[in-house]
């Protein structure tokens, strides 16, 4: 029983992590997309993150919602879809 339950919480935690990877960008990944250092990536979710809360949504230090970041930057994620499949 408990090595059922072990692997149920480790498919959870894998779900989660891939859910997550889809969901939020974390800082590294902002600084690759803008081209910009590691703390100005900070800075930049920060400063979404702001906006986000006065929007009256729950934020996550450090990560940024996907959709919004895009939302704002003007981005096209095609482009992004594209070079994941090799395109």
Known sequence: MKLVNKEAKKNRKERMTHMNKKMFMRVDEVAEVLDVSIPYAYKLIRRMNEELKEKGCFTIAG?????????????????EVKEDAGV
């Open 63 to 79: 990560r940024i919602d996907r959709h919004y970041f895009y939302e704002r930057f003007g981005g096209d994620r095609s482009e």
